[in-house]
T-cell receptor, first 113, second 115 residues
Framework: DQQVKQNSPSLRVQEGRISILNCDYT??????FLWYKKYPAEGPTFLIS?????DKNEDGRFTVFLNKSAKHLSLHIVPSQPGDSAVYFC????????????FGKGTRLSVIA | GAVVSQHPSRVICKSGTSVKIECRSL??????MFWYRQFPKKSLMLMAT?????????EQGVEKDKFLINHASLTLSTLTVTSAHPEDSSFYIC???????????FGSGTRLTVV
């Protein structure tokens, strides 16, 4: 049973346009959500996070939106750049205690010049 | 920021041999480390939670006798793949809680190939 779902395995976006990556979760105990960027044969690189007490967090070109009632979050990248091409993982945790992250399967973003 | 150093980055071993992967937390103490495994084009799957000074907690389906975890100090956790088989070939990543905005820091990963 996958608790964190990224239903789009891949996404192609033109440079300069907006990239929207989606993520759904099922565990209502999750209260902290993160997005990671990953290149092959490297560890994940943290991008942005959001606590369940918020519905939006913005950091430069990256914005994460959280809809708790729908158990849905999304990562918006605008404007998209070719260097953004990578696999993006959504992750979630229940921050009470030292709990591990639960990852989605990832979405491969390709930004085309 | 907090850094987790993972070694080796890449290892090739023969079937039946054992391989040790080390993860060190630099500049912070990690009472807990998490070990993940990633198959090609798949998600990062949690294998086990490593607790300093106590036994690791393994996820369902992960053989604890095959994947030995030792967390003898607050800065070092090791994963030993014993009697490796080709199906153990994968990308292994460790992670530790380090506080800060992200709270989680990842090692750079180890690509294990068993031939």
């Amino acid at each position: 049973d996958q608790q964190v779902k990224q239903n789009s395995p891949s996404l192609r976006v033109q440079e300069g346009r907006i990239s929207i990556l989606n993520c759904d979760y099922t565990n209502s105990m999750f209260d902290y959500f993160l997005w990671y960027k990953k290149y092959p044969a490297e560890g994940p690189t943290f991008l942005i996070s959001i606590s369940s007490i918020k519905d939006k967090n913005e950091d430069g070109r990256f914005t994460v939106f959280l809809n708790k009632s729908a158990k849905h979050l999304s990562l918006h990248i605008v404007p998209s750049q070719p260097g953004d091409s990578a696999v993006y993982f959504c992750a979630a945790s229940a921050r009470s205690g030292n709990t591990p992250l639960v990852f989605g399967k990832g979405t491969r973003l390709s930004v085309i010049a | 920021g907090a850094v987790v150093s993972q070694h080796p980055s890449r290892v090739i071993c023969k079937s039946g041999t054992s391989v040790k992967i080390e993860c060190r937390s630099l500049d912070f103490q990690a009472t807990t480390m998490f070990w993940y495994r990633q198959f090609p084009k798949k998600s990062l799957m949690l294998m086990a939670t490593s607790n300093e000074g106590s036994k690791a907690t393994y996820e369902q389906g992960v053989e604890k006798d095959k994947f030995l975890i030792n967390h003898a100090s607050l800065t070092l956790s090791t994963l030993t793949v014993t009697s490796a088989h080709p199906e153990d070939s994968s990308f292994y990543i460790c992670s530790a809680r380090a506080g800060g905005v992200s709270g989680y820091t990842f090692g750079s990963g180890t690509r294990l190939t068993v031939v």
